[in-house]
T-cell receptor
Framework: ETGVTQTPRHLVMGMTNKKSLKCEQH?????MYWYKQSAKKPLELMFVYSLEERVENNSVPSRFSPECPNSSHLFLHLHTLQPEDSALYLCASSQGMDRENTYFGPGTRLTVT | GENVEQHPSTLSVQEGDSAVIKCTYS??????FPWYKQELGKGPQLIID?????GEKKDQRIAVTLNKTAKHFSLHITETQPEDSAVYFCAADSGGGADGLTFGKGTHLIIQP
């Protein structure tokens, strides 16, 4: 595996479910990000982790909970989501907080029913 | 914070012609400007970037120009081919900090055969 991988690629969940998105980067980077991509809107930064510590959560609702156990893995835990949370969730990584050469994964297409 | 505007939202060109996508940014402290290409079902892929100490950068058929005074930058694709069809995003970053890359809303480039 190379680059940034994400699983699952597609996820359908009810509003009462709990699920987790997984991201893994194979680039030796030490900063990882979660972005939300909705139709007709710019990519929205949700969470930033640098050296496994969360730097900013950008006022994301608490129904989204990130976890970064090490510099290669990033999770996004989901619970009691709303239909408006349906979107493509993208993981990205870079070397340090300098955003040069930020690489994205393929994303998880999330549908909340 | 930074605000990035991108135009046009849709661009249709004949195969072989050139395509130009334009972006403006608001934060004069921004010093890094990447461009991403996103194909259907995939995450954004970095295709070219430029730093604020450079006015132009070229890589084969793609080039990016930056006007710091006017706070705008553009992507130029020459001799367009069908595989250039995708959504293109510009972004800006002021370097470090917790804000991540700020993205434009994207341009859907359609190459007509």
């Amino acid at each position: 595996e190379t680059g940034v991988t994400q699983t699952p690629r597609h996820l359908v969940m009810g509003m009462t479910n709990k699920k987790s998105l997984k991201c893994e980067q194979h680039l030796g980077h030490n900063a990882m990000y979660w972005y939300k991509q909705s139709a007709k809107k710019p990519l929205e930064l949700m969470f930033v982790y640098s050296l496994e510590e969360r730097v900013e959560n950008n006022s994301v609702p608490s129904r989204f909970s990130p976890e970064c156990p090490n510099s290669s893995h990033l999770f996004l835990h989901l619970h009691t989501l709303q239909p408006e949370d349906s979107a493509l969730y993208l993981c990205a990584s870079s070397q340090g907080m300098d955003r040069e050469n930020t690489y994205f994964g393929p994303g998880t297409r999330l549908t909340v029913t | 914070g930074e605000n990035v505007e991108q135009h046009p939202s849709t661009l249709s060109v004949q195969e072989g012609d050139s395509a130009v996508i334009k972006c403006t940014y608001s934060d004069s402290a921004s010093n890094y400007f990447p461009w991403y290409k996103q194909e259907l079902g995939k995450g954004p892929q970095l295709i070219i970037d430029i730093r604020s100490n450079v006015g132009e950068k070229k890589d084969q058929r793609i080039a990016v120009t930056l006007n710091k005074t006017a706070k705008h930058f553009s992507l130029h694709i020459t001799e367009t081919q069908p595989e250039d069809s995708a959504v293109y995003f510009c972004a800006a970053d002021s370097g470090g900090g917790a804000d991540g890359l700020t993205f434009g809303k994207g341009t859907h480039l359609i190459i007509q055969p």
